[in-house]
């Protein structure tokens, strides 16, 4: 038997097609490309555009994997562009730079390269990160924010108390497991209540989800900052910014994100979601995009 995951890509690929997705590859610059789902609109002139939506996503895991959910039930109204960062799924650099800033930065020149220039960005975890420092850099194009499982910015305070939630001294040994009882650590973590599973899935999920396993321990170590360091303060921001929990996540729990609520003031509103965990738009897809649509109808 086969990878179920690698067996599962062609399946994913044709749901796309249905959802009227295209897999793009746009050059950033000489050396550095990346890969986007875009909607077949945007690249037939012919058809009238909706309003745009970038989701972002995390360490682990493509854009794909990340969002499927959330594709399938918003592309019929929005426009939905899905990338994959770099050295996080299919895109690549040659450069040294692995910061949220680098990120930020590639993923807006690509964004421009396929017509995109103002959006509302959707970010979980890093995604939700890059998306933050995005906001920062090009608020002329960033028409409003909905965040799950991220912070404004991973300070070394934030950072030492999210491990210490989860019993971990660093972020590589967590993210980046190299066995199967790993796998199972990050993912029962990451849920409120994860179901039973066969072994596997683990060892699949294990050999196919942690690749440039080298540049994501770059990207890990370039991202928290020293609290002096720290340079995001809630006048960076004029979008209405809209945080999505669930409301058992273990990783950054309900005194962190209502720390970073009030912290970005009146522009900022807050909703958890039962019964979920740092994974809440996989776990309890049809509820997140209850709430997701009814934020971005509004903006």
């Known amino acids: 038997m086969g990878n ?11 749901l796309m097609k249905t959802a009227g997705m295209t897999y793009q590859l746009v050059e950033i610059e000489p050396g550095t490309t990346m890969y986007f789902w875009v909607p077949t609109r945007s690249i037939n002139p012919n058809k009238p555009p909706k309003p745009a939506v970038v989701f972002v996503h995390g ?20 426009d939905v ?35 995109v220039e ?12 890059v998306g933050f420092k995005l906001a920062q850099l090009y608020p002329h194009m960033v028409e409003s924010m909905v965040i799950s499982s991220a912070v404004i910015e991973m300070t070394e305070s934030v950072s030492n108390a999210s491990l210490k ?15 199967v009882t790993g796998v199972k650590v990050l993912l029962s973590t990451g849920t409120h209540k994860w179901p039973w599973l066969p072994k596997f899935f683990y060892k699949d999920f294990l050999e196919v989800m942690f690749d440039n396993r080298k540049e994501k321990e770059k ?16 006048s960076n921001y004029s979008q209405r910014i809209y945080l999505l929990y669930g409301d058992d996540d273990r990783i950054f729990n309900k005194k962190i994100s209502d720390n970073m609520k009030e912290k970005l003031g009146k522009n900022a509103t807050i909703q958890y979601v039962k019964n979920a965990g740092h994974l809440l738009q996989i776990e ?5 995009n209850y709430y997701l649509k009814k934020f971005l109808s509004n903006s």
Request: with cysteine; charged share 15%.
């Open 4 to 14: 179920i995951f690698t067996i599962l890509n062609p399946i994913l690929n044709g």
């Open 59 to 78: 360490i682990i895991g493509s854009g794909l994997i990340t969002w499927l959910f959330q594709i399938l039930s918003l592309s019929s109204d929005f």
């Open 81 to 115: 562009y899905v990338p994959n960062l770099i050295f996080l799924g299919d895109s690549i650099t040659d450069r040294p730079e692995r910061s949220t800033t680098f990120q930020a930065e590639c993923l807006v020149k690509g964004l421009m390269k396929i017509g």
């Open 118 to 129: 103002k959006f509302s960005l959707v970010g979980f975890t890093y995604g939700g990160m």
């Open 165 to 179: 939630n989860i019993g971990f001294t660093n972020w590589s040994d967590f993210l980046l497991p190299k066995t």
């Open 219 to 234: 990207i890990l170590e370039a991202l928290v900052v020293s609290d002096k360091d720290a340079t995001i303060t809630p």
């Open 284 to 288: 309890q897809p049809s509820t997140y």
